[in-house]
């Protein structure tokens, strides 16, 4: 699709388009799935959500739409396919069958069930994105963007030792296209234009153009882009560019691409801000989406089994550059300043751009109490005193009294466990201030204990996203541990857990971990989760106030004592 093949290389794309032609995708449903679908197969309107997540069936649908001589255009999407079908022939489509379904046991399959996965992810973005406004086209944009990985989706099939190689060069740092590109002759896109085409799609050669994505107009496109705002005014010949309905498909399949090898990439920071630009929608808002339909991903269990879910994959740490930077320049030594605070007296954020923020061993003297203190159980709130309430009461006098708070509040909503860490200024390490229902508090929250970051939710103060949250559920659990710092990797309950950030002046702050212990029957739900959320925002705004209130009496006290006096007795 994006340049035009030399000579070897239209002899390899053919040869693979013959070969697509002959490779038959199985199912992706499972034995309850695939029974719930013969059973009510006379009722499309049933079995179209079933339909939906099992992109293979999907597929067989459309092109079965295609070939009827019902239809005299591309159908709008699988209702409309399904409304024109009818029952019967969906049922006898599906008892013709042969395909079988996918079996994740078999390795052959799990690349195939991996490149299933990345368009039903594509699909979830966007249908975040068009529930931001009316889309009249909505059902067609949802099914081009799976439309966009059926060449993956085969090639993963039919050769899966090539997708493997491809893979482990994308993990290694290098650029997806490049790669396929290097190891196929030609562009995947350009196959699977061209392979749509043999199935019956004849939209498909002026969808081709919509969908392409030069580099040179991503480029100009993140420049427009605004975290907290609708992006800047954008030149007219961009804006026809990129304002297209269909360029978010495009968008919304390579970030589901992206995503998989590395979410922290500069890749998936420019097509965050470029899908911003098409949108016409603040990045951050465009990166929630994506975080949260990551999240739904991960809880549709057809494409889970045995791959390691979108929502696991967030807290993965960021991958280390190809290329090595230059040692970077020792900091010049702090000014002189007569009213500094005193060493951790300072809240974590970030400081100002002419003078350097304390080392983070100077911060931890000052937190050691806290945690001391967090090892005995913290005391249950007293009838009447709700925390939420308290917190907007300005009702906690302290930090040690917030914390305390905090943690009683979740211990009542069966979270008894919980931790908070803080980000250190300026650095990709974090402290773990206070513990609460811990076998080993003392080693797990002692002062100065400092983890690596990771993901959108474990980052330092520069993070993009200054209060998110992680429901890690059972069926995560295994990956969580992989991808998590040891120290608290072999923390995570079977049960699942939650992590939650909170924000501290706009600013990330640090993070609360809740779980229900590792003798827990139950499983976390999504009521907990909500509960979390609820909690750390109020905690975030109380947290803030009390620094704020720390900063001002410390300020005060030292403007005290300069005006009293070099003679003054201390």
């Not at 919509?210 to 907290?228: G, K, M, N, S, V």
Request: charged content about 25%.
């Amino acid at each position: 699709m994006s340049v035009l093949a030399r000579p070897t290389d239209r002899e390899a794309l053919a040869a693979w388009r013959q070969r697509l032609r002959q490779v038959r995708l199985p199912a992706a449903s499972d034995e309850a799935v695939w029974k719930r679908l013969l059973e009510g197969a006379e009722d499309p309107t049933a079995v179209q959500p079933l339909l939906e997540q099992d992109l293979p069936l999907a597929l067989a649908v459309l092109v079965e739409a295609l070939r009827s001589p019902r239809f005299a255009a591309d159908p709008g999407g699988l209702h409309h396919a399904l409304r024109l079908l009818g029952g019967r022939a969906l049922q006898g489509l599906l008892r013709r069958w042969a395909n079988g379904r996918i079996d994740p046991a078999r390795a052959e399959q799990r690349p195939l069930l991996q490149a299933l996965a990345d368009s039903r992810f594509a699909c979830l973005i966007q249908l975040r994105w068009m529930r931001h406004g009316l889309v009249a086209d909505a059902e067609l944009r949802l099914w081009i963007t799976a439309l966009l990985g059926v060449a993956r989706w085969k090639v993963a099939l039919a050769d899966p030792e090539l997708v493997h190689r491809i893979e482990q060069r994308v993990a290694a740092g290098e650029r997806r296209s490049q790669v396929e590109r290097a190891l196929l002759g030609f562009g995947m896109d350009e196959l699977n234009a061209l392979h749509l085409q043999d199935l019956g799609f004849p939209e498909m050669r002026a969808w081709a153009a919509r969908l392409r994505l030069e580099p040179r107009h991503l480029a100009r496109a993140t420049r427009f882009a605004e975290d907290e705002a609708r992006p800047r005014p954008l030149p007219p010949d961009l804006a026809r560019t990129l304002r297209d309905p269909l360029r978010g498909c495009a968008l919304a399949y390579g970030l589901a691409l992206e995503t998989r090898a590395d979410w922290h990439a500069p890749r998936v920071v420019s097509l965050v801000r470029a899908a911003a630009v098409c949108l016409n929608r603040p990045a951050l808002g465009v990166l929630e989406d994506l975080q949260r339909a990551a999240l739904r991903a991960s809880g549709e269990p057809l494409y889970t089994r045995g791959l390691v879910a979108p929502a696991a994959r967030m807290i993965l740490l960021p991958r280390p550059r190809r290329r090595e930077r230059p040692a970077a320049a020792p900091a010049p030594p702090p000014r002189p300043a007569p009213t500094a605070s005193p060493p951790g007296a300072a809240p974590p954020r970030a400081a100002p751009a002419d003078r350097p923020t304390p080392p983070p061993a100077a911060a931890a003297p000052r937190a050691a109490p806290t945690s001391a203190r967090s090892a005995a159980p913290a005391p249950a709130v007293r009838p009447g005193e709700d925390f939420l309430g308290r917190c907007r009461a300005h009702a906690f006098a302290s930090l040690t009294e917030l914390l305390e708070g905090m943690a009683g509040h979740l211990a009542g909503r069966a979270l008894p466990r919980c931790l908070m860490a803080l980000y250190r200024p300026q650095s990709q390490r974090l402290g773990i201030l206070f513990t609460h229902g811990f076998a080993d508090p003392c080693r797990l929250a002692q002062p100065g204990t400092r983890l690596p970051a990771s993901s959108p939710l474990l980052q330092p103060p520069a993070a993009p996203i200054p209060e998110a949250s992680l429901f890690v559920q059972p069926a995560q659990v295994a990956a969580a541990r992989q991808r998590l710092p040891v120290l608290l990797a072999e923390r995570v309950p079977d049960c699942g857990l939650v992590l939650a950030s909170f924000a501290s002046n706009d600013r990330p702050a640090g993070f609360w971990w809740a779980d229900p212990g590792p003798e827990a029957r139950a499983s976390v739900d999504p009521r907990q989760l909500d509960a979390v959320r609820e909690a750390t925002a109020a905690f975030g705004a109380a947290f803030t106030r009390l620094l704020r209130a720390r900063r001002d009496s410390l300020s005060g006290a030292a403007g005290g004592r300069a005006q009293s006096g070099p003679g003054a007795s201390p």
